[in-house]
């Protein structure tokens, strides 16, 4: 208490913003953005950033000036609390994990807008675990890579054509330290390969109460080629990607070795990280005197695996020369020979023609294995079903977790007020629980819809500024600037469709019928208005192409204005999306979305899902709680598929999504789709949030993984 009293406000603030934990404490970010909102907005939400700007003393004097003391006092009593709790779930659930933790391995986190170390769906789902981790108190350290230039911010020129912006993160300016060994000494590593040693330095982010470790080959010990081997999230060709493989699966085991981290469990989140386990074989040899089989047998029955890919063709796969150039020393150490090596990468070990695939090594290396949905656990035990040939379909080992969303991270602080009000005390401690959501049926209607209102009115503010920035750096005409500046309307029903413009993912399915589009959004009584944003992979032209369709069509007279499209989709512009939307819509080719989660996030906050049954939805739609297109059905003809879906889409749209918005009471309410806000959030929130999903993990995967045997809980309906 002592140090507590001593402390001043510079000192405090500046602890708070050296864990990522503020990002997901709407109070905390209040805090910041108070201090100067436009130097907020302006340093991109990076409060490293903004306390620099601030000496103590002047800092002292804004806190005095805006109020600011006591909620700073009290956030700060909450980071402590939080620091110091023992009593979590993971105390009493997860207890045979002792203290011995979970390495989850991930290419790609997604935990704030401020560190671009993410490109969409994988990534945040990494964030969000780690964030419900660390709430439900699981002993758990995340491993990473550090891209010192992060994934690319994007524009979008004056034609149409998606330009890549790589800027350089500064380490100096983001809650980043140098990890250091149990002797303090800032831990450097390396990898072998046959061209020679990799090194590498390995940053600490604190995640509330998890450690993530990143590792950086940009240090002097390197050739001017290995300094740049991590800095870009999947920018390079098949070489640099093996070798940023194998510095995050043997270089991330190393730095955890280095760091005195000896996990439990290992969880390879995507095959990514396939390489970790066979480090882990080689230093149980060496340290154990082990044969390979037995440190094979024992490594794996610690290891599990989560597979994300329902696009046979999106499994990394690498040829048999660039293997051999960077794991056959680690083969050679563990006396296995080229075709050994090669053969963990292969359903058929025997078959020469396979490729070397990092998601076969994964099964083949780990003792459990999930899928991301209900749906894809079937695609996937299909898709794998060679791995295992003496066995049918269904007893193929791929189970499933379905993906679940952070709440603190994506909902909004006005919705939370009334969650606080009418769910129980402290209901985000238990928000896997189905009755702890059953309260949200007594928001009154008004409350909950004036709310998302505001809420709407946000994102269309957000929306305007956006647009006026892109259209001046085009050099928009004056008339186009005009329609930016009072684009989207909050009366209109809102529809977003914001994701990475993968051609399977259809952002052009709408655009498939132009004219009845323009009737939609033309129509006097009841219209529509969409916004749309995602990025195209670099390499990806035909993404790139969808792309410029849709932006093609935003710039058209009968369009400007009501279709509009966002640059530069990131955590901040897919926090304001998901708040603000009335629909949200999804439309993917089904069943190619393993799961999905933006859908997740819109509906805490009372916007409804009008999706294909494909991902999370396909088990989330219960007829009520949002809207289905079609019914579930696939076509081997990806063209009879795509034309079935986009009428299907605009029989919804024209039966149900329309009439139902514009459906309004004496008070202009309507009434009808309120419910199916409040449906919404009470059946699908508590299933489709990530402390539910870390739940399972932990039940189903972590503790049988440990040694102990399941203890899953059925929760009470
Ligand atoms: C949630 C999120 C995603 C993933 O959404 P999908 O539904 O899987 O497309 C991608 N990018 C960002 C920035 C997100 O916040």
New binding site residues.
């Given amino acids: 208490m002592a140090t507590n009293r001593q402390k001043n406000i510079h000192e405090k603030l500046t602890e708070i913003a050296g864990n990522l934990w503020w990002s997901w404490q709407p109070e905390v970010t209040s805090i910041f953005r108070g201090i100067d909102p436009q130097r907020w907005t302006q340093l991109a939400h990076n409060p490293v950033k903004l306390l620099q700007e601030f000496s103590p003393e002047k800092l002292e004097q804004r806190a005095r000036e805006e109020g600011l003391h006591s909620s700073i006092n009290r956030a700060y009593r909450t980071w402590r609390e939080y620091q110091e709790a023992s009593d979590t779930w993971g105390s009493t659930h997860a207890g045979v994990l002792g203290h011995r933790q979970i390495a989850y391995f991930s290419a790609e986190f997604?935990i704030h807008e401020s560190l671009p170390i993410?490109s969409?769906?994988l990534g945040?789902l990494a964030g969000d675990h780690l964030k419900s981790a660390s709430d439900l108190g699981i002993p758990a350290v995340g491993v990473g890579l550090l891209y010192s230039e992060g994934y690319f911010s994007q524009r979008i020129d004056k034609n149409g054509w998606q330009e890549q912006d790589y800027a350089k993160i500064d380490s100096d300016s983001l809650p980043l330290r140098h990890a250091a060994d149990p002797h303090g000494k800032p831990v450097v590593i390396s990898v072998d390969t046959r061209g020679g040693k990799i090194f590498a330095q390995v940053w600490r982010v604190e995640v509330g109460r998890v450690s993530l470790y990143l590792l950086d080959t940009n240090i002097p010990d390197n050739s001017e080629e290995d300094r740049q081997l991590t800095a870009r999230l999947y920018g390079g060709d098949q070489r640099i990607r093996v070798r940023q493989e194998v510095m995050l699966g043997v270089g991330g085991v190393r730095a955890l070795t280095a760091l005195g981290i000896r996990p439990r469990v290992v969880h390879m989140n995507e095959g990514h990280s396939a390489f970790a386990p066979l480090e882990i074989i080689r230093q149980r040899m060496h340290d154990d005197g082990m044969s390979f089989d037995d440190a094979l047998r024992d490594v794996r029955s610690s290891c599990v695996f989560t597979t994300h890919t329902p696009v046979a063709a999106g499994h990394d796969r690498f040829d048999c020369g660039l293997v051999e150039e960077h794991v056959g020393p680690l083969a050679d150490q563990i006396g296995l020979n080229a075709e050994g090596l090669m053969g963990l990468g292969r359903v058929d070990p025997q078959n020469s023609h396979e490729t070397f695939c990092m998601t076969v090594l994964a099964f083949k290396l780990s003792r459990l294995a999930n899928a991301v949905s209900s749906l894809h656990g079937v695609v996937s035990r299909r898709m794998w079903a060679g791995l295992w040939p003496w066995r049918s379909e269904e007893e193929i080992p791929i189970g499933h977790i379905t993906n679940g969303?952070h709440v603190p991270t994506w909902l909004a602080a006005q919705m939370r007020n009334i969650y606080d009000r009418v769910l129980p005390q402290n209901w985000f401690l238990r928000s896997g629980e189905p009755q702890v959501w059953a309260g949200f049926e007594q928001v009154t209607p008004s409350e909950l819809w004036e709310t998302h209102q505001a809420l709407k009115n946000r994102l269309i503010v957000y929306a305007r500024r956006k647009l006026v920035e892109q259209g001046e750096r085009r050099g928009a005409s004056a008339a186009h600037m005009r329609a930016f500046s009072e684009a989207l309307d909050p009366t209109k029903l809102t529809v977003g469709f914001?994701?990475?413009f993968a051609p399977y993912?259809r952002a052009d399915l709408l655009l498939r019928e132009l004219d009845r589009l323009r009737d939609f959004i033309n129509d006097a009584a009841c219209p529509i208005q969409f916004v749309f944003a995602g990025k195209a992979h670099p390499r990806d032209d035909a993404g790139k192409e969808i792309l410029q369709r849709v932006f093609q069509l935003t710039q058209e007279d009968d369009f400007i204005g009501k279709v509009v499209l966002l640059e530069d989709?990131?955590?901040n512009?897919?926090?304001h999306l998901?708040q603000g939307v009335d629909v949200w819509l999804?439309n993917p080719r089904r069943p190619l979305?393993a799961?999905?989660?933006?859908?997740q996030?819109v509906v805490l906050n009372g916007g409804l899902n009008c999706s294909i049954l494909d991902g999370w939805w396909a088990e989330a739609f219960d007829g009520q709680n949002g809207f289905a297109i079609g019914s579930g059905r696939s076509h081997v003809d990806d063209a009879v598929q795509d034309a079935r879906d986009a009428e299907q889409l605009f029989e919804v749209l024209t039966n149900e999504v329309i009439p139902l918005y514009y459906d309004r009471d004496t008070d202009e309410l309507p009434q009808a789709w309120i419910k199916r806000m409040k449906r919404a959030v009470r059946t699908l929130g508590w299933r489709f949030n990530a402390d539910r999903m870390v739940m399972d993990y932990v039940q189903e995967s972590y503790v049988p993984a440990a040694g102990g045997l399941s203890c899953k809980i059925v929760p009470m309906p």
């Fill in positions: 997604g993410y969409g769906g945040v969303v914001a994701r990475r993912k989709y990131d955590i512009l897919g926090r998901v999804n979305e799961s999905g989660t933006s859908g996030k």
